[in-house]
């Protein structure tokens, strides 16, 4: 029977740090086999006299069995004690700073700051202290939510045998208002009375809501409020602007005027046309093509019979009904 001792672990249990074992007094001339265990388990390829520890054994307690093995005797085997839990390193941690302009439609970045070489990193963004849901990466884009508050972000490092670690930044300035894109208003369109013309409005920031005033030699046309506007004989020979108005949710309001165009004047012709077309559909209903014929046929050219239909452009499916009715009226009784 072979002499055995209980083995001893020498060194310190701490990640990085390497261990050994001391088997103790055995039989003379005895040969030694080891096996580490990590909580119990053997650890694969952990069979010689020293033993590193790895980020693995962080927390756990490591135990070495010793094999004596010599010719006419029978094989023993030994365990010696557990070691303490091995401890974890701590990390290094950096001093996150955030930086970028605190204002909508801005992005700001983290900084970190130095951390443990190794070290990988998540993130949580807060506003005013509270988690910003989905903001986990390591720039944030500020949004309309954010105006008003102070922004921060907290870092998190882990490295496998080292102690998770979390520093914080200092709050932002309170966010600003956002500064909208916005375009140069035009007007397209032939500038001229019963013409339509519409307002450009050139690139504004993705989002934005527009809203119109359109402007005769600089007074505020009533009701004028849409994109397109039909010129008025009130229009004649004055000065046609528009503003445009862009509103964003945490954007500060911008207004934007076009430049002017004058409204071409109506020609007498244009104007007597109009005068004698609109009195020919007090009386009875017209179809389009032939309003403009009499009109014609009362001496107008055909682009002032034109002219004038179009700028009195009535309700072309009423003056048929009336047109029909008119006939009707016409018709001998059966």
Not at 103 to 123: E, I, Q
Not at 152 to 172: C, D, E, M, N
Request: proline share 2%.
């Amino acid at each position: 029977t072979l002499k055995t001792a209980t083995p001893k672990i020498l060194g310190t249990a701490r990640f990085g740090q390497t261990l050994s074992v001391k088997p103790g007094t055995w039989t003379s001339n005895t040969k030694f086999g080891y096996q580490w265990y990590r909580n119990g388990k053997a650890i694969s390829g952990a069979k010689s006299t020293k033993y590193k520890l790895t980020p693995a054994d962080a927390g756990k307690q490591i135990t070495v069995k010793v094999t004596g093995t010599k010719a006419g005797y029978t094989t023993a085997s030994k365990s010696s004690a557990k070691t303490a839990k091995v401890a974890t390193l701590s990390l290094k941690k950096g001093s996150p700073k955030v930086s970028g302009n605190a204002k909508v439609g801005k992005k700001l970045t983290v900084k970190r700051g130095t951390w443990t070489s190794g070290t990988s990193f998540k993130y949580q963004w807060y506003r005013d202290g509270k988690i910003i849901s989905k903001a986990t990466k390591a720039s944030y884009t500020l949004k309309a939510a954010d105006t008003g508050k102070r922004i921060s972000v907290k870092v998190k490092g882990s490295k496998p045998g080292y102690t998770t670690a979390s520093k914080s930044s200092a709050k932002t300035s309170k966010v600003a208002k956002g500064t909208l894109k916005s375009g140069k208003p035009s007007i397209t369109g032939t500038v001229k009375v019963g013409k339509t013309v519409t307002a450009k409005t050139g690139t504004w920031s993705s989002g934005t809501k527009l809203t119109y005033q359109w402007y005769r030699s600089g007074k505020a046309i009533s009701g004028a409020k849409s994109a397109k506007y039909k010129v008025k004989t009130a229009d004649n020979g004055k000065r046609l602007t528009v503003k445009v108005t862009g509103t964003k949710a945490g954007y500060n309001k911008v207004t934007k005027t076009s430049g002017g165009s004058n409204v071409k004047k109506m020609t007498t012709g244009e104007k007597n046309a109009v005068k004698s077309a609109k009195l020919y559909l007090k009386y009875s209903g017209w179809s389009k093509s032939n309003l403009v014929f009499a009109l014609k046929e009362d001496g107008y050219t055909g682009a002032q019979s034109k002219f004038a239909v179009e700028y009195i452009a009535p309700n072309w499916n009423k003056e048929a009904i009336q047109a029909a009715k008119d006939e009707l009226e016409w018709l001998p009784s059966s």
